[in-house]
């Protein structure tokens, strides 16, 4: 009985990595992420812009304004499970309220089987 259990996560954890399924938390990084925006935000007045992207909470930004209160929030931006880089859409006169992270998935490809994350603008409260 004591080997039992030992060898049923074993086996279900192999059984996962066959079928691309990971065991880290895909929905800590979203919110990690999205703290650091609002800490930019907070400092900024604003959150970094499509162009900006999730560098803007590593490196100051070439087109921040001087007077902005910039500082680095991140050291680096978390990779999802997959190794690739998360995705951000800022706010924006579509959704003025709301922003997104997204991670691209095992395949590294947008598509509809994206792990999204959205969050209302000025928190860190989930939408979806």
Request: glycine fraction near 8%; charged fraction near 20%; charge should be negative.
């Amino acid at each position: 009985m004591r080997l039992l259990l030992p060898l049923l996560v074993i086996g279900f954890m192999l059984g996962c990595r066959q079928k691309g399924t990971v065991y880290r938390p895909l929905d800590s990084d979203p919110v990690r992420i999205a703290a650091a925006l609002l800490m930019y935000h907070q400092a900024t007045g604003e959150y970094p812009s499509a162009n900006q992207g999730l560098p803007a909470l590593i490196n100051r930004p070439d087109d921040l304004p001087f007077e902005a209160d910039w500082k680095q929030v991140l050291e680096e931006v978390p990779t999802d499970p997959w190794g690739n880089e998360y995705r951000y859409s800022p706010p924006s006169g579509a959704s003025p309220a709301t922003f997104e992270i997204r991670s691209l998935g095992i395949d590294g490809i947008a598509s509809e089987d994206d792990h999204v994350t959205t969050f209302r603008a000025g928190s860190i409260e989930q939408i979806n």
